[in-house]
């Protein structure tokens, strides 16, 4: 019998239990193709990091244009550096920065499509970069979206408030500031192949 197991030769054995015998190195590569795939999300969703930036942010603007309204529009404006940074009050009923004054509605559904995208990315939100960087974009969305319903000429079309000057700049908000940041993140984010499940891949 011995003799015999000698001749034939013996199966390869796992070397623990429950090893699947496809994931067993071939000698051809495939451990390191293995290496290179996208590692799955770990830890917990981030959920309560969006939303606690977006909150922060939304707060932020919606205080500082309280203040502005009450206390700067129809004065003179404030100079904060000089004339490198002032504080004046001025409404826009275009953009950020006071692009496309003619597209009101327009940039509404825009901020609104926004919002709901960022809402059901959520669901599958591992990364923390990620998260404060999707919050301050919703949180951004929201201020000036309550600007264009709530403000004057009428519900959609209201101007947002604006009231950070900078010298040779457009007049611009905490909120335009806020999706700013987040869009740059994004893109830094995206660059290093990190991806708002918490996957990291290498195109």
């Known amino acids: 019998m011995a003799e015999a197991e000698r001749i034939i030769g013996t199966p390869d054995i796992p070397e623990a239990a429950g090893t ?3 994931q067993a190195d071939d000698g051809n590569g495939a451990d390191a193709a293995r290496t290179d795939a996208p590692a799955r999300p770990r830890g917990k969703r981030r959920i309560a990091v969006l939303f606690g930036v977006a909150a922060l942010a939304y707060v932020l ?3 500082s244009k309280m203040i502005v309204v009450a206390r700067l529009e129809h004065h003179e ?8 940074l002032k504080f004046e009050a001025i409404r826009n009923a275009g953009a950020a920065f006071g692009f496309g004054e003619a597209f009101t509605i327009i ?4 901020a609104a499509i926004v919002i709901v995208v960022i809402a059901r990315l959520a669901r599958k939100l ?10 301050l974009l919703l949180g951004g969305a929201l201020g000036n979206l309550t600007d264009r319903i709530f403000r004057s000429p009428g519900v ?7 009231f950070i000057a900078p010298k040779g700049f457009a007049v611009f908000n905490l909120a335009d500031s806020a999706i700013v940041c987040g869009g740059i993140l994004i893109v830094l984010l995206s660059f ?3 991806d708002p499940d918490g996957t990291v891949h290498k195109d």
């Open 107 to 110: 940039f509404t559904m825009i």
């Open 156 to 162: 959609f079309e209201g101007a947002v408030v604006d």
């Open 126 to 135: 591992y990364s923390l970069p990620w998260a404060i960087a999707l919050g």
């Open 20 to 22: 699947d015998p496809e």
């Open 77 to 84: 404006p404030i100079e904060i550096i000089g004339d490198w």
């Open 192 to 194: 290093r192949g990190l």
């Open 61 to 63: 603007d919606l205080v």
